[in-house]
């Protein structure tokens, strides 16, 4: 009896379910470089460094625990280039009985794991991912009893079902759910920023990202001054860190920009946590203990939680509820090509420059760069959905279908038609100016509403409400905006309307291949 354990890359976690209760003298784990993941978009280089150095460095420790694994290496010979052909491979070599897998992240898999029975005449067993806080089902039946799927009480139930900040009585620690009145204050001058922590690479990161450079050197992204955590125990360092030096001031920055500071007090564990090195629940613990010791103020632990129980964990359920279809939503029915600038960097507007600078630097770009930089040019300047969310699936080392689909279609660029968000993330000039300092050192003027050197955000904000005026105009959290609109002069909206055009023409669409 031989049972073949398959384990994904982003499945790298000790007590994964497939590897709890398993005899090991039994057990084959296998473990897939293959040509079709690493290529199905052509992912940042970085991305593709840490995925395949983390890979590497889990197998050792399994190894170093007792199991048997069968390791394919993207350039050795023989290597079928998919995760179903290896499969079929390893039946071939080791003859299990059985298979036995935990769900994948991604319907693009989980539908090829759907045709293995098929091809093969084994029993195949696909485990929850118990990682996850809320399993697919309940999240499914949280849904279903719902009209509207609210962030804000799926999320209090996660507090409940957690006892995360939650007093005896079971109230919420301090009294509120939610205490973002007292976060996004604009940065002041004088803050000190942590670093994240670095790992310098080891013999076996050095090994990949030689690979990287040589088989991936025509994709996006800068490989050099790789410091990400690779193990779960540099993950652990990291997350210690992050409590230590950062959190006490995650909430009430966390909207902030500031020109060359590409983390703020963000943590920078996204890549940990997706590919397993960490889990969900020990991230918002550590935060919960850092609160209850004293360490950090509520408003920074209780924010932080809610974007790994509450944010995290809904859009994860929302991807699984609303695939495949959510994939190609265009509601507001946005067509323009991506610009070019997404790639290069080469634009004018300083704001969107750094949030693609730090993007190809780090393969990162903290929260509102992407919301309120990156995704809202794109929603306002009507840039196709698919577009954009491919761009968002190749630039960032924490992208992964589940995480990236949800924030770009449903969050970002509204083309979901509001069953993530019910109010577009659309801003003008003035908001990234109270919480940036990027205005005053750009081209363009943000107190300039129209015309070749006015902040372009300004006019394609009005345009865009214009645009959708009857989609969104009775919408009760936009009424305020429709009636500013309603009161200026007409030629002052026809000015708007003009100079939005004229802007979007000088846009250059991205060359083909950037992303697939
Ligand atoms: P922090 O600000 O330190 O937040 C802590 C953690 O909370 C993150 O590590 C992350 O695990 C979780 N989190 C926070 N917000 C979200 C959210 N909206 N959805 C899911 N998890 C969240 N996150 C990804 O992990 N992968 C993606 O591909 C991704 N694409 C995004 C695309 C767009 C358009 C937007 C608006 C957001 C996207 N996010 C994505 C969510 C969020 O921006 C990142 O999780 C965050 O920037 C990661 O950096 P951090 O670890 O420093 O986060
Ligand atoms: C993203 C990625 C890349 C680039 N390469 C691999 C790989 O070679 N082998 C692997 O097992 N996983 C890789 N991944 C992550 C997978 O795409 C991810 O595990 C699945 O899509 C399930 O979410
Ligand atoms: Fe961005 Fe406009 Fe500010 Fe320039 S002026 S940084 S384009 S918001």
Not at 159 to 178: A, F, I, Y
Not at 241 to 261: E, R
Not at 331 to 337: F, I, V
Request: aromatic letters at 10%.
């Amino acid at each position: 009896m031989t049972i073949l354990i398959p384990v994904l890359g982003d499945q790298l976690t000790h007590q994964l379910a497939s590897l709890r209760d398993v005899d090991r003298s039994g057990a084959v784990v296998l473990m897939m470089e293959v040509a079709e993941e690493t290529t199905y978009v052509r992912h940042h280089k970085r991305k593709i460094a840490l995925i395949l150095s983390a890979m590497r460095h889990f197998a050792r420790e399994l190894e170093e625990d007792g199991w048997t694994v069968d390791y394919v290496r993207l350039d050795d010979p023989g290597n079928k280039g998919s995760f179903t052909g290896e499969v079929m491979r390893a039946i071939d070599l080791h003859r299990p009985t059985s298979i036995r897998i935990v769900e994948p992240g991604e319907w693009r898999v989980k539908t090829a794991i759907d045709g293995w029975a098929g091809q093969c005449q084994i029993p195949i067993d696909v485990l929850p991912d118990d990682r996850f806080i809320c399993g697919i089902l309940k999240f499914q039946t949280w849904a279903q009893a719902r009209n509207e799927l609210t962030m804000e009480f799926f999320y209090r139930d996660m507090r409940r079902k957690t006892g995360l900040l939650m007093k005896v009585d079971g109230k919420p620690e301090g009294g509120q759910w939610n205490l973002d009145k007292e976060n996004r204050v604009p940065p002041k001058r004088g803050l000190n920023y942590p670093e994240p922590m670095h790992f310098a690479p080891d013999e076996t990161t050095e090994e990949v990202m030689h690979l990287v450079a040589n088989r991936f050197g025509g994709h996006f992204g800068r490989l050099e001054n790789f410091g990400l955590p690779v193990t779960a125990a540099q993950a652990k360092s990291a997350l210690a860190h992050f409590i230590q030096t950062a959190l006490p001031d995650f909430g009430t920055y966390q909207d902030a920009m500031v020109t060359g500071q590409d983390w703020l007090y963000h943590s920078w564990l996204s890549p940990a946590l997706n590919l397993g090195l960490l889990t969900p629940i020990e991230v918002a613990q550590a935060a919960a203990s850092a609160y209850a010791t004293g360490a950090v103020p509520l408003n920074a632990a209780e924010d932080f939680i809610r974007q790994i129980i509450g944010w995290r964990e809904y859009v994860r359920g929302y991807y699984w509820l609303e695939m495949p279809e959510v994939a190609d939503a265009n509601a507001l029915g946005a067509t323009r090509p991506l610009p070019e600038f997404y790639w290069t960097g080469e634009t004018d507007m300083l704001c969107m420059a750094e949030a693609v600078r730090n993007t190809r630097d780090n393969a990162y770009a903290h929260h509102i760069q992407r919301l309120m930089v990156l995704g809202n040019f794109a929603m306002l300047a009507g840039v196709r959905p698919q577009e954009v969310a491919d761009w968002f699936l190749v630039v960032y080392a924490d992208a992964y279908e589940w995480v990236e689909l949800p924030n770009v279609i449903g969050m970002s660029q509204h083309a979901d038609g509001g069953r993530l968000a019910t109010k577009p993330y659309a801003g003008g000039g003035a908001y990234i100016n109270r919480m940036s300092d990027h205005c005053g050192r750009c081209r363009y003027d943000v107190k300039l509403k129209t015309g070749p050197d006015a902040c372009p955000f300004n006019a394609l904000y009005w345009d865009f409400l214009a645009r959708h005026e009857r989609r969104f105009r009775r919408n009760r959290r936009m009424m305020q905006m429709y009636a500013n609109w309603d009161r200026m002069d007409p030629a002052v909206r026809d000015s708007y309307r003009a100079s939005a055009a004229a802007f979007l023409d000088t846009l250059e669409p991205a060359a083909k291949g950037w992303a697939r």
